[in-house]
C-alpha cells in the first residue's frame, strides 16, 4: 500500500526542488553569458551591463574569426582527432580489456600489473622524444595517435565491465559453436554500449584539449589543433595591441580581443554541447560498472 504524502514530504520535496533550480542556475550562467558576452559590444561588458541578455548587439567578433583561415584549418584538424584518434583508441582499448578480463589467460596478473606501471611511470619527455624522432614520426598524425592508442586507465573500466558480465554467457556462446572473437563482437561490446560511450567521451575529451603533444611534436601548421592556433591567434592580437601607437587603435584592438575572446570560446565548446547530449543517457551507468560494492 502506498504511504500517503504528508506536508512535511511536499515541503521536503518542495526544498529540494527549489535547490536543484538554484543550482543549475549557477553552473548554467557562466555558460550563457559566454554566449551573449560574444554577440554583445565589449563596452557593456566591462560596465556591468550585461547580465541576462546582450547588450548592443554585434556580430563582429565572428566576423572576424571567419577573416583567420588558419583557425578553421585547427578547428577541422582538431575534429578529425577527435572522432578518428577515439575511434582508433576503442580499437586497441577495448580488445585487450576483454583479453585481460579473461581468467583462463596465461600470465593475467603479471600483464596487468605491467599495464598498471605504464600507468605511473614513463619513460620521459627527452627518451621519447628521441624515440619518436628515431622512427620518423615527428611532425606527422602518427606521432600523436599511434601511442595514445591505449589508454591503461579506459581500458581498466573496460575490463571491470566485463568482467561484470555473467561467466554463463560465455558458456552459452561456447556451447553453440562461438570463438571468444565472437562472443567480444557480438555481446560483450554490445551489452558493454554504455562503457563504450563513455570511454569515446572521455578520450574525445582529451583529444580536443589536447596542446602540451602538439607543441612538442608538430611543427606543420597544418596539422596543428584548434588549442594551439587559439594560442597563436592570441599572441598576434596582444603584438599588435602593443605595436599600436594611437589611443582609438589600442581601444579598438582591444574590443577586438574582447570579443574574439568569448566568440572562441563558444566555437571551442560547440562540438560537445552538440556530443554530449547523445552519450549522456550512459554516463552513469558506464562510469559505474565494475565499482567496488561493499
Known amino acids: 500500500m502506498r504511504r500517503r504524502r504528508t506536508v512535511s514530504d511536499k515541503f521536503t520535496d518542495a526544498v529540494l526542488i527549489v535547490l536543484l533550480i538554484l543550482l543549475s542556475a549557477v ?19 566591462a560596465e556591468g551591463k550585461v547580465l541576462l541578455l546582450p547588450k548592443s548587439l554585434t556580430f563582429d567578433g565572428y566576423e ?23 575511434f582508433l583508441s576503442l580499437v586497441f582499448t577495448l580488445p585487450t580489456a576483454y583479453a585481460l578480463s ?11 600489473t605491467l599495464f598498471i606501471i605504464s600507468m605511473y611511470f614513463s619513460g620521459g619527455l627527452i627518451p621519447t622524444y628521441l624515440l619518436h624522432s628515431t622512427i620518423g614520426w615527428i611532425n ?25 558480465m555473467p561467466e554463463s554467457l560465455y558458456e552459452s556462446v561456447c556451447l553453440d ?12 561490446v ?12 572521455f578520450s574525445a575529451l582529451t583529444w580536443w584539449n589536447e596542446y602540451i603533444r602538439f607543441v612538442i611534436y608538430i611543427q606543420n601548421p597544418d596539422l596543428q589543433s584548434l588549442q594551439v592556433i587559439i594560442r597563436q591567434i592570441t599572441n598576434e592580437l596582444t603584438a599588435s595591441l602593443s605595436e599600436t601607437a594611437s589611443a582609438g ?27 554530449y547530449p547523445f552519450i549522456q543517457k550512459y554516463f552513469n551507468k558506464g562510469v559505474m560498472i565494475g565499482a567496488v560494492k561493499g
Open 249 to 275: 587603435a589600442t581601444i579598438e584592438a582591444q574590443r577586438q580581443m574582447e570579443l574574439m575572446k568569448y566568440c572562441v570560446v563558444v566555437i571551442a565548446a560547440l562540438p560537445f554541447v552538440i556530443l
Open 140 to 164: 606527422t598524425i602518427w606521432v600523436l595517435l599511434i601511442p595514445a592508442a591505449l589508454n591503461v586507465y579506459h581500458m581498466i573500466l573496460a575490463r571491470s565491465a566485463f568482467e561484470a
Open 177 to 188: 559453436g562461438g570463438t571468444h572473437f565472437r562472443y567480444f563482437i557480438q555481446f560483450a
Open 102 to 112: 579473461r581468467k583462463e589467460l596465461k600470465g593475467r596478473k603479471f600483464l596487468n
Open 64 to 86: 572576424m574569426l571567419l577573416e583567420y583561415g588558419s583557425l578553421w584549418r585547427g578547428y577541422a584538424n582538431s575534429l578529425f582527432y577527435l572522432f578518428f584518434g577515439s
Open 27 to 45: 553552473f548554467l550562467y557562466p555558460i550563457w553569458f559566454v554566449v551573449i558576452a560574444s554577440i554583445s559590444d565589449p563596452a557593456a561588458i
Open 190 to 201: 554490445p551489452l558493454c554500449k554504455a562503457t563504450v560511450a563513455v570511454l569515446f567521451l
